[in-house]
């Protein structure tokens, strides 16, 4: 490498030192822009907020502190929440008399419409 690296010096009119300390001092240039994989992460985390498991929605679900239970903007559906720290929710499952109504009233729309055709 370090020949290679000697030739390219020699044949650009250059001293190999001076090369190498432009060429690394280029590089650490260019590598305090980058992020690693978790600061990157970091940025885009979102505390305190879940997405809806509605695979239709997946609409943000943003609970007060402390709720047992959160209703999706979205589509309605209603979830239970655990409270794994104050500050940070998690779904433990869905309220099945809730999104079984919301359900039945879909399937009675479509029927309907199924019907009317």
């Given at each position: 490498?370090?020949?290679?690296?000697?030739?390219?010096?020699?044949?650009?009119?250059?001293?190999?030192?001076?090369?190498?300390?432009?060429?690394k001092?280029?590089?650490?240039?260019?590598?305090?822009?980058?992020?690693?994989?978790?600061?990157?992460?970091?940025?885009t985390?979102?505390?305190?907020?879940?997405?809806?498991?509605?695979?239709?929605?997946?609409?943000?679900?943003?609970?007060?502190?402390?709720?047992?239970?959160v209703k999706?903007?979205?589509?309605?559906?209603?979830?239970?929440?655990?409270?794994?720290?104050?500050?940070?929710p998690?779904?433990?499952?869905?309220?099945?008399?809730?999104?079984?109504?919301?359900?039945?009233?879909?399937?009675?729309?479509?029927?309907?419409?199924k019907?009317?055709?």
């Amino acid at each position: 490498m370090f020949i290679i690296m000697n030739s390219l010096a020699a044949f650009f009119g250059k001293g190999s030192s001076s090369f190498t300390t432009k060429r690394k001092e280029r590089v650490m240039a260019i590598d305090k822009e980058k992020l690693s994989g978790a600061e990157s992460l970091r940025k885009t985390r979102t505390y305190g907020k879940f997405r809806c498991h509605n695979p239709s929605c997946m609409g943000r679900l943003q609970p007060t502190a402390g709720a047992k239970q959160v209703k999706c903007p979205e589509c309605g559906l209603e979830f239970r929440v655990h409270w794994i720290r104050p500050d940070f929710p998690r779904i433990r499952g869905p309220v099945w008399e809730v999104n079984r109504e919301i359900a039945e009233e879909e399937l009675s729309k479509k029927l309907k419409e199924k019907e009317g055709k």
